[in-house]
């Protein structure tokens, strides 16, 4: 991969938290990474999912997809209160969080050349369990206003019984770092003159026609964040 | 989550490769497992990229994006010799490696009922570093073309140069599972009535216009399997 094609990396500095730590510096192609908040932000509010990371006991790393959402500098994730990551989560584990969306094919003349344009944040920190009712009732908004829009505000919020069912859990954005690859291949200056088709092929997650559900009421309409449904703006 | 719209778990054992081990059983809503392997195949060779896991000797979590291959029941992965993932996954650690496909967001009446249609394989085991240059070579033709496929046989190998500055590890599927979920929102009943839209939203990740590399020579012609992108298709 290649730094051609993207600016030098130049992190505004606002808050502890937007300089890298010793865990969250970029070494390899460092010319790629950000520290700076508001890219962070942007990847993790327009990635629908996250991976997140765990050791088990018997030092078996564990990576598994999960939903999440952000308010402020906090990330929430949810789950099932019987999972073994939530569960692993809830009690104060170290973890790594980390979403990633994928902008493009780089086909290059090179094999070795060849990579990917994607934007990355990478969140490492001890999770915490989230009881208090209020930003237990705020996170699971968010989680479903992450989904869609303004959703959290139609639908029925969790009972007794399904709040008692879900584990939330918080982790701060202190320390997370980006990656950002952008631009076309980078081959060497000798083999330009290949007969090879060479550039980007774009690469986006896009929505089909809304599916509605059998049992709905054939009354209900498509909501206009569903019908022309898109993710935040990438900033 | 729930398990309507989709059969009752019916993994077609073949091998021990076929049958959960007691890590990867699926306990989370275990009528979504799967651990036969055309499926865990099938989704390892749609998705683009993976996510990999890795234990850093302070304990932390790393969870990073990388581009795999699959060759029979294979997984290569690789990147600079210098990275610290690569040199982690080369030593022989224990990693798990995580592919997951979004097929689509499933959207309920209730707040709780709220999910993802997806597929997921979940990988765990202990790397090798690949150095057989046989291997090698093996492996870094099947990462081109499971970007294009066909792609390695038009484009330039890496040099001795190249290959020195590239590692290349191996991790067997013999112990992997999958989770496949699908179908439409299962709302309880007492919501059905409500007036609120529901349904899945299908989500897919799809490409753009080829975008020729600024210094490509206008006469090469975008080759049908760029013109005509497609990943494999789903089992």
Redesign the interface.
Known sequence: MSPAGQPPPQPRVRSTGELPSP?TRI??LPQKGRYDRATIHAILDEA??C??????AD???????T?HARVDDTLYLH??S???MLTAMASGT?????A?L?D??V??????E?S?N?R?A?V?GTSRAVTDAQERQLA??A??DH??AG??A?????NRK?DA??AVVALSLHEASAKVSTG??T?EQA???????????????????????????TR????EA?AS?RRPQRS
């Open positions: 865990r070494r390899r629908l999912i991976h997140v990371g765990f050791t088990a030092g078996q790393p564990f990576v598994l997809p939903i789950g099932s019987g999972s073994r170290k973890v790594c969080v980390t990633t994928l493009g094919l086909l290059a003349r090179s094999g070795f060849h990917m994607y990355c990478v490492l699971l908004r989680l479903i989904m869609v959703r959290s139609r639908v029925r919020m969790p399904e069912a879900t076309p291949p081959d083999d330009l003159a290949m007969d090879v088709w060479a550039g980007v092929l774009p690469l986006a997650l896009t929505v089909g026609v809304p599916q509605p559900d059998p049992l709905l009421d209900v309409p498509v909501p569903i449904y």
